[in-house]
């Protein structure tokens, strides 16, 4: 069973990093594409970063330049640190995976990924 786990989330003031890690149970995910996505409040979820198996990369706009996905395959995990947090950064963030084949333009869209952690919230205060 695929089981995703997020961890790393919290409260930091405006400019400041947090580092979000997401371990993977269950399978090797050295195969997989994965991402992170967010939801705030009212607002529906959406595609922060995405890393293919061949570590190749893609963010949204708003991230790009801030925050940096990465994975370390023998720990199972995957990354996204985050610096220079802002406000509109807050959300609930989850990780999540696919083994299926994607093209770039599809890897940060909800509907690609078929496993899901819980999420670990992160809140920027101004």
């Known amino acids: 069973q695929v089981q995703l786990v997020e961890s790393g989330g919290g409260s930091v003031q405006t400019g400041g990093s947090l580092r979000l890690s997401c371990a993977a149970y269950?399978?090797?995910?050295?195969?997989?594409?994965m991402g992170w996505f967010r939801q705030a409040p009212g607002k529906e979820r959406e595609g922060v970063a995405a890393?293919?198996?061949?570590?190749?990369?893609i963010y949204a706009d708003s991230v790009k330049g801030r925050f940096t996905i990465s994975k370390d395959n023998a720990k199972n995990t995957l990354y996204l640190q985050m610096n220079s947090l802002e406000p509109d950064d807050t959300a609930m963030y989850y990780c999540?995976?696919?083994?299926?084949?994607?093209?770039?333009?599809?890897?940060?869209?909800?509907?690609?990924?078929?496993?899901w952690g819980q999420g670990t919230q992160v809140t920027v205060s101004s």
């Open positions: 890393i293919a198996p061949d570590g190749s990369t």
């Open positions: 999540a995976a696919d083994t299926r084949s994607k093209l770039a333009v599809y890897r940060m869209k909800e509907i690609e990924y078929r496993y």
């Open positions: 269950g399978y090797p995910f050295v195969y997989h594409y």
